[in-house]
């Protein structure tokens, strides 16, 4: 058993991820601020901070907990709101990051496991499915910001020998996500086809993103624990679905009779996206168990119940 931290605890992967290391009978702490995250999400057996990773008060928790391995999952994470406040964005997702790696290395942390973007950080990759050794340029501030911590973290592992670990994540949905204050195309579609309202699709809906359900991007970070490498994985599924694609299918599942409405593409939208994952299946010997139609099944499913809970 470890001692744990997760930043961002309280957050739609980040709470997901704190009820599978209980379940592993691993102590956790959870430092969030609630900005997004929702106290409702709390595992009720974590020790739980409500504060802000910008806080000087971090350091105070880290000295009173002395946490063997720390997950850093809390961050700003609208890429089309870091486009319009890339200040922002990298007050929390760069300085706030770099306060938990000094903290982890102030206080002697055996490790830290960092959710970057594989979504945002290969920007247009002409690569299709791009592996982790493809040239990033992230073309929104947040893949940036993302990018940036990837090489504080290397770097770091060389000056001060803290070990590390980068996963890519690709476009995580399941039960739990926020409809209204994260990215999450899925949850909003999900959202408003139950409400019987419109949902809002990009541009001609054609782009393409890696979806992948929140078990299994689960299941790869505890296998990462558990792995001995250095380095960044992609946790995706190695397959493209359009936004078309997801709205018909959502459709379908909700039996919603809205029409679709096109509105113009934000400045950070690429066409083609979706993760190699042959090195992930390699290290942690992983595959995705959940294909796109079995994943939304569920998630419309959570969303439905939690619909008819709050109508009683």
């Keep these: ?28 702490v959870v430092i969030d ?16 901070y409500k504060i802000n990773i910008l806080s000087p008060k971090i350091s105070q928790i880290f000295k009173k907990e002395r946490p063997d391995f720390v997950f850093h999952f809390a961050a700003h994470i609208e890429a089309r709101e870091s486009v319009r406040d890339p200040i922002s964005d990298a007050k929390v997702n760069i300085l706030g990051s770099l306060d938990v790696l000094e903290n982890c290395r102030k206080f002697k942390v055996k490790e830290i496991i960092f959710a ?28 940036v910001s993302k990018l940036t911590i990837e090489k504080y973290l290397d770097a770091y592992y060389r000056l001060f020998g803290l070990k590390y670990k980068v996963l890519r994540y690709g476009n995580v949905y399941g039960p739990k996500q926020n409809p209204h204050g994260e990215a ?15 949902p809002f699709i990009h541009g001609s809906g054609k782009q393409t993103k890696d979806y992948i359900f929140i078990e299994d991007a689960i299941e790869a970070t505890i296998r990462s624990l558990k792995k001995n490498f250095i380095g960044a994985l992609n946790i995706g599924t190695g397959k493209e679905s359009s936004v078309l694609e997801i709205f018909s299918k959502i459709k379908n599942l909700t039996k919603s009779s809205v029409r679709k409405k096109h509105i113009p593409f934000p400045p950070c939208v690429f066409p083609r996206g979706c993760l190699d994952i042959k090195k992930a299946k ?31």
């Excluded at 690569?127 to 073309?139: G, N, V």
């Design 1 to 28: 058993m470890s001692k744990i931290i997760v930043t961002g605890g309280a957050g739609f992967v980040g709470s997901h991820l704190t009820d599978r290391l209980i379940k592993e009978n691993h102590q956790v």
């Design 282 to 312: 390699k290290i942690l010997g992983w595959r995705p168990k959940y294909n796109l139609d079995n994943g939304l099944e569920r998630t419309v499913v959570w969303f439905r119940n939690r619909s008819s809970f709050r109508k009683t």
């Design 184 to 198: 999450g195309v899925i949850a909003i579609f999900i959202d408003r086809m139950l409400k019987n309202e419109p």
């Design 116 to 143: 970057s973007s594989g979504g945002e950080i290969y920007g247009a990759a002409k690569k299709i499915p791009t592996p982790e050794d493809y040239l990033s340029q992230p073309i929104s501030p947040y893949g």
């Design 33 to 48: 601020n609630l900005s997004t995250g929702k106290k409702e999400n709390l595992n009720k057996k974590a020790k739980f």
